[in-house]
Nanobody
Framework: QVQLVESGGGSVQSGGSLRLSCVVS?????MGWFRQAPGKERELVAR????????YYADSVKGRFTISQDSAKNTLSLQMNSLKPEDTAMYYC?????????????????WGQGTQVTVSS
């Protein structure tokens, strides 16, 4: 069983920054951040394979967002810079239910409760 608790969302103006954090109980080698905007499907924003530090970013956030993992603090973070109105969504951290593999948008995952990010123009 893995439990995830997100924090750090909020409202900012376009061009601003936010840092999301996810405290994780339980270990998974690969974890990710997802988002879902109203009327849209949940999408992968970024994921990290902590054992080797390998990261993946969606094209829409590449160069603006940075995912990181602090194993000592059991925390997964997402630094979001140069935010745009189209980044407005509920953001979730996720870990796969399987002991191996990475979380996917429609896969069997553990999900946090979500944290709202709103970017105004």
């Amino acid at each position: 069983q893995v439990q995830l608790v997100e924090s750090g969302g909020g409202s900012v103006q376009s061009g601003g920054s936010l840092r999301l954090s996810c405290v994780v109980s339980g270990y998974r080698s690969c974890m990710g951040w997802f988002r879902q905007a109203p009327g849209k499907e949940r999408e992968l924003v970024a994921r990290i394979y902590g054992a080797i530090g390998s990261t993946y970013y969606a094209d829409s956030v590449k160069g603006r967002f940075t995912i990181s993992q602090d194993s000592a603090k059991n925390t997964l973070s997402l630094q979001m810079n140069s935010l745009k109105p189209e980044d407005t969504a509920m953001y979730y951290c996720a870990a796969p239910k399987a002991l191996v593999g990475c979380p996917t948008a429609n896969g069997a995952n553990y999900w946090g409760q979500g944290t709202q990010v709103t970017v105004s123009s």
